[in-house]
């Protein structure tokens, strides 16, 4: 009952590779920010958005003013979608390097923060482009500053070296992962993500889940990626209802954000597998589809393929939505089932079939995954190994509840 002795008002400074300014009300940190941009002779800046939570959540009226206060000129590229596009990483560069823009400040969720650190790599590689940086035609070292103001609870991007875009044209979602572009400060505030619809909080969340069960069970987990996996399954689970049911509650926003800054140093250390290298395709082929709902869907599938290589570990970071286990190999359509249960629970009960995905689209999804530039790291280290057998066998599953 630690939470209890939490003041959400007071902000914290949370150093992992990327200081972070977390908290409600941590969002007036950005003055101090502006200035130490400002001293390091960063005059100009893009700011990297979606098309309207930037200023419906209220941080661009911060922003904004404290980079008027420290005379520091920005252009915004306000056009980032859901499932972010190579495309609209070319054109945002072309748009800062018009400008000349020295810094990335990104605002949103993980698709405005994905395209703000790839924007902040190209800055530094002018003759490159998004396709090339997604296809790993080059290996970037450096790239432009980088500033994260968070506003889901789910992508853990702010706190972490990767960054995802999707290559429309040839269906690949790729990751990347570099050590520039761990953001130089982040925003964490709660207050930020009030405003999210009951799916956003829903889905976000379950990202959050998704990236510590894959960190925990990797071939590279360690004991700190499986501690940060059960404090942040126990977070998740005490405080998804709550929020779904007060969406403006800041402080059920604070532990679900917590639960999301350690689920993305979680997997910035224990890495990602299954559950990730096989929703990358499904948003590929459909970008619509949010990144949240397509894990939630493959969770209980990716359980039951993965359970008897990781019994102990799985029983006891999913006890607090997936109680009872004994941590014995034989468990796994059980886990399955109290997983699906859960999410059912939540409020997200959907399966492949429900969102238009069929039998007819296992054979793309499966080549898509093992063709997709950077899945086939995820694969490797899964924990049980990823054969094409394998991965179609979590598809099927998929398409319709385990339980049945």
Known sequence: MWEKDIDIKQIQEIRVKTNVYFGVGAIEKIEDIAKSLKDKGIDKVIVVSGKGAYKITGAWDYVEKALNNNNIGYINYAKVTPNPTTAAIDEAVSMAKDFGAKAVIAIGG????????????????????????????????????????????????EVNRFAVATNLEKNFKPA?????????????????????????????????????VEAATSTVASPYSISLAKETISLVAKYLPKAAADLENPEYRYYLLYASLLGGVG????LLHF?????????????ELSHGLGLAMLLPAVVKAIYPAKAATLAEILEPIAPGLQGTPDEAQKAAELVEKWLADVGVPQKLLDDGFCEADLDKLVNLCFTTPSLDGLLSIAPVKATKEVVRQIYEDSMKPCSK
């Not at 450096?142 to 500033?147: L, S």
């Not at 992962?177 to 009951?198: G, H, V």
């Open 110 to 157: 993980g698709s405005p923060i994905d395209t703000g650190k790839s924007v902040a790599i190209l800055l530094e590689y002018p003759e490159k482009t998004a396709a090339q940086l997604y296809e790993f035609e080059f290996t970037p070292d450096k790239a432009a500053p980088i500033v994260a103001i968070n506003l889901t609870h789910g992508t853990g991007t």
């Open 176 to 212: 990347i992962a570099y050590d520039c572009i761990y953001p130089s400060y982040s925003i964490d505030d709660p207050q930020l993500m009030t405003k999210l619809s009951l799916n956003q909080t829903l889905y976000t969340s379950i990202d959050a889940v998704n990236h510590v």
């Open 267 to 270: 997997f910035d250390n224990g």
């Open 275 to 287: 559950t990730h290298a096989l929703e990358h395709p499904l948003s590929a082929v459909k970008p």
